[in-house]
C-alpha cells in the first residue's frame, strides 16, 4: 500500500534505485539547502544521495580501504563525502547500527516477517504493534522485500525522510516539498 499522505515516494520505480552489494545506509543534511542526505555504503563504493530530489550527488568507487565499510571502525561510520567530506556518518546496515524508528509528531516504523525471510516495513500513527487503529487508516504495509535481504529502515533526524534499504536496492519517501528531477516519483 502507498505511504499516506503527506509522506510521497522519491523514485518513481517500485523498489527504489537498485543498488548492487548495499551493505548500509546513514543520514546527514547538506549544509546548504538542508535537505537529508542519504549515504549508501556498498561493495562498490560509497554513494550520496538527495532524499527530497532522488539526485545522487556524489560517488566514490574507491573510498580508502581503512575505513570502506563501517565495521572498520568501533562506532560504524565511514568518511562523508561531496558536500558533507571532512564528516563522518553513521551507517546502519549489515554490520548493525540503526536508524530513527520515530518522529516527534507520532509516525513509527517497524519491520515485522510473518513469511520470513520476507521483510515488511509497516509505518503507523498509531504508537505501532498491537496497532489500535485500521489498516490503510492508522498503519500501512509500504515495503516488502521478497527477492533481498532487509538491511535497514527508519527515519532521518529531521524526521521528513523515510528510507528502506536491502541487499540490492533502496527506497526513499519525503514528506518535504521539492522538485523531481525525473528520477522521483510521478505524482
Not at 553513521?90 to 520515530?102: M, R, S, V, Y
Not at 517497524?110 to 487503529?133: F, I, K, M, Q, Y
Not at 535481504?149 to 525522510?161: I, K, V
Request: glycine share 14%; aromatic share 10%; proline share 9%.
Amino acid at each position: 500500500m502507498p505511504a499516506p499522505e503527506p509522506w510521497r515516494p522519491v523514485f518513481a520505480y517500485e523498489y527504489g534505485v537498485p543498488v548492487g552489494g548495499l551493505l548500509g545506509i546513514g543520514f546527514a543534511s547538506h549544509p546548504e539547502s538542508g535537505h537529508d542526505l542519504v549515504m549508501v555504503v556498498s561493495g562498490d563504493g560509497h554513494g550520496l544521495f538527495d532524499a527530497v530530489t532522488g539526485e545522487k550527488i556524489a560517488r566514490d568507487r574507491a573510498p580508502d580501504p581503512e575505513d570502506s565499510t563501517p565495521d572498520a571502525v568501533a562506532d560504524l561510520t565511514c568518511p562523508g563525502l561531496g558536500p558533507i567530506a571532512g564528516s563522518r556518518v553513521h551507517i546502519a546496515g549489515l554490520f548493525g547500527g540503526g536508524l530513527h524508528t520515530t518522529t516527534e509528531d507520532g509516525w513509527t516504523l517497524e519491520a515485522v516477517t510473518p513469511a520470513w525471510p520476507n521483510g515488511r516495513v509497516l509505518l503507523s500513527v498509531d504508537g505501532g504493534l498491537p496497532h489500535s487503529g485500521p489498516y490503510g487508516d492508522q498503519w500501512w504495509h509500504i515495503f516488502h522485500s521478497t527477492y533481498s535481504e532487509l538491511r535497514a529502515f527508519g527515519f532521518s533526524p529531521s524526521g521528513e525522510t523515510i528510507a528502506v534499504a536491502t541487499s540490492s536496492d533502496m527506497s526513499l519517501w519525503t514528506r518535504r516539498p521539492g522538485q523531481s528531477n525525473g528520477t522521483g516519483a510521478q505524482h
